[in-house]
């Protein structure tokens, strides 16, 4: 069997080509942050879960705690609004749900409330409502079922709304799925598009350190002494002669 020999050519021929992988990565790299960079950080950003809803709740008398049905232990309680509704949200090994604080009735989340809900955030008018058993790209900072309700706007957004709580999640436009795409070029993240540690991108890191590292090996292997003949070349010392 023929031994490898560990030559300068040998890895002149091996960064050729890890070179050009590593570079094209290099260009998305710069691509998708140029990209991303450039997108208004007001439509990227503004689009995100931090968006509040709430309301003063109402005076007056509440359902009483103690009243509330219990068909299973209660981990949670939190007394909130929807809209100017108080409710009384329950938490349960078994999920969340919710009671209306001034009656005790059981609410169901519904197309129509999650129409009212997600329309206090958008003005647009209302173009398509759909429920998804679990959280899709846009909402994966998310659990559980939600409503999507979309919107005919210019941005043509879609608001998120859960199926259990009926809390607003988030809501998205163009302009986030365009970042969110290349985000996903830049953190080479192509399934759940928001990790920085899986093997991919490490692989990748770890090649662009070799390739550093052997391009500085060939760079200093393709000089000769020729090269720095220069460096040694001295003046002549000039002879003077003293008067007899």
């Given at each position: 069997m023929k031994r490898i020999r560990l030559t300068p050519l040998l890895f002149r021929r091996i960064h050729?080509?890890?070179?050009l992988i590593i570079g094209l990565q290099f260009l998305l790299w710069a691509l998708s942050?140029?990209?991303?960079?450039?997108l208004d950080k007001d439509k990227v950003g503004g689009h995100g879960g931090g968006m509040s809803h709430s309301h003063p709740l109402p005076p007056g008398e509440y359902f009483s705690v103690a009243?509330?049905?219990?068909?299973?232990?209660?981990?949670?309680?939190?007394?909130?609004?929807?809209?100017?509704?108080?409710?009384?949200?329950?938490?349960?090994?078994?999920?969340?749900?919710?009671?209306?604080?001034?009656?005790?009735?059981?609410?169901?989340?519904?197309?129509?409330?999650?129409?009212?809900i997600a329309s206090m955030m958008n003005?647009?008018?209302?173009?398509?409502?759909?429920?998804?058993?679990?959280?899709?790209?846009?909402?994966r900072?998310?659990?559980?079922?939600?409503?999507?309700?979309?919107?005919?706007?210019?941005?043509?957004?879609?608001?998120?709304?859960?199926?259990?709580?009926?809390?607003?999640?988030?809501?998205?436009?163009?302009t986030w799925r365009t970042w969110d795409f290349f985000w996903m070029l830049h953190n080479m993240d192509y399934v759940n598009r928001k990790s920085?540690?899986?093997?991919?991108?490490?692989?990748?890191?770890?090649?662009?350190?070799?390739?550093?590292?052997?391009?500085f090996y060939l760079l200093f292997k393709s000089f000769s002494r020729a090269d720095f003949r220069w460096l040694r070349r001295r003046r002549k010392p000039v002879v003077t002669r003293s008067a007899a």
């Open positions: 050729k080509w890890v070179g942050g140029s990209v991303m960079a450039l009243a509330l049905p219990r068909g299973e232990p209660v981990e949670g309680l939190v007394l909130r609004d929807i809209g100017a509704r108080p409710v009384y949200e329950m938490h349960t090994p078994k999920g969340a749900r919710l009671v209306d604080a001034t009656t005790g009735e059981h609410i169901r989340v519904d197309q129509q409330l999650a129409r009212d003005d647009a008018p209302v173009r398509e409502v759909s429920v998804l058993a679990k959280a899709n790209l846009e909402a900072d998310f659990e559980g079922a939600m409503w999507r309700v979309d919107f005919a706007d210019a941005e043509n957004s879609s608001a998120y709304v859960s199926l259990d709580t009926a809390r607003f999640l988030v809501m998205r436009g163009d920085f540690n899986h093997p991919l991108i490490i692989a990748i890191g770890f090649g662009a350190l070799w390739l550093s590292g052997t391009g």
